[in-house]
């Protein structure tokens, strides 16, 4: 199908959002948009940030799953307690894929469940004697953590549980850092919010802690990756690059990464910042404390990963610029034998997203680097300073959508017809069994990494063999199906 025009577009939006009561539809018409390369704020077409509307099944998440899934979880040698029910915990645990090095259990600890497993006497009577008692535990179980978090869920909030006095005197018996982290899931409109306090409880407990520290030995070309949770090893592919152009990489977090890297961070020269929405508030923080500049760099597909790495060269001197360049050149045979094996199989297909994070917007030039088109995309959780920087990157007239309802996103797809969706866990067998290709982009199912040029690669290959896979031809699409029928009632 050759694709929409504005005011084909402009008018399946109306038509989607048709079924809905008339308070409903006014306010999901704020969320959904069509793309125009020429405003130069989001804000003037698509609303985003908002409470979701109850009863549309919204793909979101909570404050936790932001601090403890996303930013606090991946900090590989503390251990995080999921406070509350066994619940939260057990489901937002190795489940992101955020690979690391070590041994679990002995001096790394990110995929193993902590929790206080509160039962009903714990919301009568209260949670700080367990929470406490936890501790002491964890501290003789598994000597070797570096620290403890205290992430809060949805009864600690409620019943008044005094987690920083607990954490306060944690610390003082066991000598070692234990951070209170306010992130019940009833707090804010996403895992948005959650992603802000983790960032500030980074700031209150732990980047301050080696300001007066003078035993570390800085070098000019030192930088660190922020937001970027190592999903099937995309930090370390990410981390070769830097390295080959010449800078030295002090922290990686939160995948793979260590409280002492994180204390380390505000002795960089540069902040590497690849999640903005998840991570951007720790970097304006530094800025403003401790003057450190911060990028933001995407390095999905060889034309945004030249881009980026040109970016951030700029920040140094000539020998990491013609660092960059080496690695341009250097990976160049790489990546032009990636697009000539797989541009055949791929031009002209056209996908629609429906991601967390950057990916809404970062993926879109390595489909392009395939000849694929982006014709749809959208964000779970994203503020408008999201949508400022994916307008550009989309092409006109094709479809913007914010905290996407089922319906509207089935509806879409039915219209729009793309060949490939990108999109979460909660939405893939729905449109596999509609017979259409589907990637999961939250964790790249199952595979990856897909950072860097060889992460390209991977990405590439992934690409094919889901589109690509005889398996699509023995289903078929409800639209063809009754296309089909048409024909056939029309030829008898």
Same mark, same amino acid.
């Given at each position: 199908?050759?694709?929409?025009?504005?005011?084909?577009?402009? @008018?399946?939006?109306?038509?989607?959002?048709?079924?809905?009561?008339?308070?409903?539809?006014?306010?999901?018409?704020?969320?959904?948009? /069509?793309?125009?390369?020429?405003?130069?704020?989001?804000?003037?077409?698509?609303?985003?940030?908002?409470?979701?509307?109850?009863?549309?099944?919204?793909? =979101?998440?909570? @404050?936790?799953?932001?601090?403890?899934?996303?930013? +606090?979880?991946?900090?590989?040698?503390?251990?995080?307690?999921?406070?509350?029910?066994?619940?939260?915990?057990?489901?937002?645990?190795?489940?992101?894929?955020?690979?690391?090095?070590?041994?679990?259990?002995?001096?790394?600890?990110?995929?193993?469940?902590?929790?206080?497993?509160?039962?009903?006497?714990?919301?009568?009577?209260?949670?700080?004697?367990?929470?406490?008692?936890?501790?002491?535990?964890?501290?003789?179980?598994?000597?070797?953590?570096?620290?403890?978090?205290?992430?809060?869920?949805?009864?600690?909030?409620?019943?008044?549980?005094?987690?920083?006095?607990?954490?306060?005197?944690?610390?003082?018996?066991?000598?070692?850092?234990? #951070?209170?982290?306010?992130? &019940?899931?009833?707090?804010?409109?996403?895992?948005?919010?959650?992603?802000?306090?983790?960032?500030?409880?980074?700031?209150?407990? /732990?980047?301050?802690?080696?300001?007066?520290?003078?035993?570390?030995?800085?070098?000019?070309?030192? #930088?660190?990756?922020?937001?970027?949770?190592?999903?099937?090893?995309?930090?370390?592919?990410?981390?070769?690059?830097?390295?080959?152009?010449?800078?030295?990489?002090?922290?990686?977090?939160?995948?793979?990464?260590?409280?002492?890297?994180?204390?380390?961070?505000?002795?960089?020269?540069?902040?590497?910042?690849?999640?903005?929405?998840?991570?951007?508030?720790?970097?304006?923080?530094?800025?403003?404390?401790?003057?450190?500049? +911060?990028?933001?760099?995407?390095?999905?597909?060889?034309?945004?990963?030249? &881009?980026?790495? =040109?970016?951030?060269?700029?920040?140094?001197?000539?020998?990491?610029?013609?660092?960059?360049?080496?690695?341009?050149?250097?990976?160049?045979?790489?990546?032009?034998? /990636?697009?000539?094996?797989?541009?055949?199989?791929?031009?002209?297909?056209?996908?629609?997203?429906?991601?967390?994070?950057? =990916?809404?917007?970062?993926?879109?030039?390595?489909?392009?680097?395939?000849?694929?088109?982006?014709?749809?995309?959208?964000?779970?959780? @994203?503020?408008?300073?999201?949508?400022?920087?994916?307008?550009? $990157?989309?092409?006109?007239?094709?479809?913007?959508?914010?905290?996407?309802?089922?319906?509207?996103?089935?509806?879409?797809?039915?219209?729009?017809?793309?060949?490939?969706?990108?999109?979460?866990?909660? $939405?893939?067998?729905?449109?596999?069994?509609?017979?259409?290709?589907?990637?999961?982009?939250?964790?790249?199912?199952?595979?990856?990494?897909?950072?860097?040029?060889?992460?390209?690669?991977?990405?590439?290959?992934?690409?094919?063999?889901?589109?690509?896979?005889?398996?699509?031809?023995?289903?078929?699409?409800? +639209?063809?199906?009754?296309?089909?029928?048409?024909?056939?009632?029309?030829?008898?």
């Amino acid at each position: 199908m050759t694709n929409l025009t504005r005011e084909e577009t402009e @008018a399946l939006i109306q038509e989607v959002v048709a079924v809905y009561p008339e308070k409903l539809k006014k306010d999901r018409l704020k969320h959904l948009a /069509v793309n125009d390369q020429e405003v130069e704020q989001s804000k003037k077409c698509i609303t985003s940030n908002r409470k979701s509307a109850p009863g549309v099944m919204t793909i =979101r998440g909570c @404050a936790y799953a932001g601090s403890k899934g996303v930013v +606090w979880g991946p900090i590989k040698d503390m251990i995080h307690i999921s406070h509350g029910p066994v619940g939260c915990g057990q489901y937002s645990r190795a489940g992101r894929r955020n690979y690391y090095v070590g041994t679990t259990g002995v001096n790394t600890f990110g995929t193993m469940n902590f929790t206080s497993d509160f039962q009903e006497k714990d919301i009568v009577f209260g949670g700080d004697k367990k929470l406490a008692k936890i501790m002491n535990e964890i501290e003789e179980l598994f000597p070797l953590n570096k620290g403890i978090t205290v992430q809060s869920e949805c009864p600690i909030g409620l019943i008044g549980d005094d987690i920083e006095a607990v954490s306060k005197k944690a610390n003082a018996e066991i000598g070692k850092p234990v #951070v209170p982290v306010r992130c &019940e899931g009833f707090r804010g409109v996403s895992q948005s919010l959650g992603h802000h306090i983790a960032n500030d409880a980074v700031r209150d407990w /732990v980047l301050g802690n080696r300001d007066n520290d003078d035993s570390f030995e800085s070098t000019p070309y030192d #930088v660190s990756i922020i937001g970027d949770y190592n999903i099937g090893g995309d930090a370390w592919s990410s981390r070769t690059l830097l390295e080959e152009m010449g800078l030295r990489v002090v922290a990686q977090w939160s995948g793979d990464g260590t409280l002492s890297e994180m204390e380390l961070t505000p002795k960089v020269k540069l902040n590497l910042l690849h999640c903005y929405r998840s991570m951007n508030y720790i970097s304006r923080h530094m800025e403003e404390k401790y003057g450190i500049p +911060w990028v933001e760099y995407n390095f999905f597909g060889p034309t945004k990963i030249a &881009e980026s790495l =040109r970016k951030i060269a700029s920040f140094f001197d000539d020998t990491i610029k013609e660092g960059a360049e080496r690695v341009i050149q250097h990976y160049q045979s790489e990546y032009e034998a /990636v697009i000539a094996k797989y541009r055949p199989r791929l031009e002209g297909k056209r996908v629609m997203l429906y991601v967390g994070g950057l =990916r809404p917007r970062h993926v879109i030039g390595a489909y392009e680097d395939l000849g694929m088109e982006v014709v749809g995309t959208g964000y779970e959780f @994203a503020h408008n300073d999201d949508y400022d920087r994916t307008i550009k $990157e989309m092409g006109n007239a094709t479809l913007l959508y914010d905290d996407v309802t089922g319906h509207e996103f089935e509806e879409f797809v039915k219209r729009v017809k793309p060949d490939l969706i990108g999109s979460g866990i909660k $939405e893939k067998y729905i449109f596999q069994k509609m017979g259409i290709p589907f990637r999961q982009m939250h964790s790249w199912d199952y595979s990856g990494p897909y950072h860097g040029y060889d992460g390209f690669a991977i990405f590439a290959r992934d690409m094919d063999m889901t589109l690509n896979n005889p398996c699509w031809g023995k289903l078929k699409a409800p +639209w063809k199906k009754s296309e089909d029928s048409s024909s056939e009632a029309a030829t008898a």
